[in-house]
Every structure is written in C-alpha cells, then in structure tokens.
T-cell receptor, first 113, second 112 residues
Framework: DTGVSQNPRHKITKRGQNVTFRCDPISEHNRLYWYRQTLGQGPEFLTYFQNEAQLEKSRLLSDRFSAERPKGSFSTLEIQRTEQGDSAMYLC???????????FGQGTRLTVV | GENVEQHPSTLSVQEGDSAVIKCTYSDSASNYFPWYKQELGKRPQLIIDIRSNVGEKKDQRIAVTLNKTAKHFSLHITETQPEDSAVYFCAASTDAGNMLTFGGGTRLMVKP
C-alpha cells in the first residue's frame, strides 16, 4: 500500500495517560499535516511539517500536544495528560509542496475514558 | 485566518436528481478549493478540485464552480446514485503552507 498509513487505528486510554500516534506519509511527499476531526465536523488543522521542520501550529494545539518528524519521513503526534475533550479522529495527510492534492490516512480514533 | 462556511448540512435527493452544495470563504488569498468525500469510518478522498484561475471544472457527473469576487464555490452532482451517499467537505487553502480549512460538511443521502 503506497498511501498514507496511520497507526494505531483505534486507541482507548484513561484520562491522564499519554498517547502517541504515528503517520507514515507517501514517500515523495515533503509536506505532512495533522488534523483533528470530531463527530459531525470537518477536519481542523493542527500542525504541519515541511520535511523535518514544523512550520506552523494551530491555536488548537495546546502545550499538551507535541508533534515531531525527525528525519522528514514519518511523524508522531503525542498527547500528554489526555482529557475527555481530546476524544476525536486524528487524521494525517501528506502532499508535495505547492497546491496539489492532499492524501489522507485512515486516521487514529482516540477515545479517552 | 480563513473561515469556510458550507450549506446545507444535510441534503436528501431522489436517485437521478441533481445535488448542489455551496461554500463561502473569507480569505481572498485562498487559491485552491478541493472537495472531499468521506464515507462512514473512512478517510476523506478528493473528488474534484479547482484553482482560482479557473471558473468551472467538470469531471463526468461532478462539477465545481468558483466565483472569486463573491468568494463562493459550489459542488454539483448530476444523475445522483445511491453510492454518492456520503459526507462531502469543501475546503480552501493558500500558497502559504497549503493547510486546508474545511467547511462543516454536508451529509448527502440519495434515496433509491
């Protein structure tokens, strides 16, 4: 499968625990994006990388959230001290630089209990 | 920042009828407008996109129109089929970063 891959697909965690998600983009795509989607809403931008550099972060990304893309390939999104309000689908997308199609992964559904 | 509004939030049509979904955007710097289809539990998939130097684009039963002056764009689906039933999202982006700002989505139901 040469598409965007996200792991795990589902994660259930207790409030206060830390969680980490992984995204493997399409190999030649230098831009990688994280979005959050809650039920019945459109995806909301969280942050993006150009190669290994994190170039922008949304106001939605509180200091409990951190993202990395250490070698400009896969990326991780960590949420510390999870809260029930963090329950959502976390989507990763990748694209080549420029206004070209963004390809989405299948997402990681996080449930905080 | 950019704000994208999408209407209607739900749309029910008979098979074979046309469906139209409308979006407005606020940032005049936006120059790329994709439409995504998302089936239940699946990833958003691009169905058509349009750039700001074009007023209309068509791909078989799907067309998108863009009015830059009024800052709105629309998705038109003709001869709808039950498999068109899904949630459709419009989005907008600029050259700076190309991150997408999505509308709230339209749940399209095509009744056989």
């Amino acid at each position: 499968d040469t598409g965007v891959s996200q792991n795990p697909r589902h994660k259930i965690t207790k409030r206060g625990q830390n969680v980490t998600f992984r995204c493997d983009p399409i190999s030649e795509h230098n831009r990688l994006y994280w979005y959050r989607q809650t039920l019945g809403q459109g995806p909301e931008f969280l942050t993006y990388f150009q190669n290994e550099a994190q170039l922008e972060k949304s106001r939605l990304l509180s200091d409990r959230f951190s993202a990395e893309r250490p070698k400009g390939s896969f990326s991780t999104l960590e949420i510390q001290r999870t809260e029930q309000g963090d329950s959502a689908m976390y989507l990763c997308a990748s694209r080549r630089q420029g206004n070209t199609e963004a390809f989405f992964g299948q997402g990681t559904r996080l449930t905080v209990v | 920042g950019e704000n994208v509004e999408q209407h209607p939030s739900t749309l029910s049509v008979q098979e074979g009828d046309s469906a139209v979904i409308k979006c407005t955007y606020s940032d005049s710097a936006s120059n790329y407008f994709p439409w995504y289809k998302q089936e239940l539990g699946k990833r958003p998939q691009l169905i058509i996109d349009i750039r700001s130097n074009v007023g209309e684009k068509k791909d078989q039963r799907i067309a998108v129109t863009l009015n830059k002056t009024a800052k709105h764009f629309s998705l038109h689906i003709t001869e709808t089929q039950p498999e068109d039933s899904a949630v459709y999202f419009c989005a907008a982006s600029t050259d700076a970063g190309n991150m997408l700002t999505f509308g709230g989505g339209t749940r399209l139901m095509v009744k056989p």
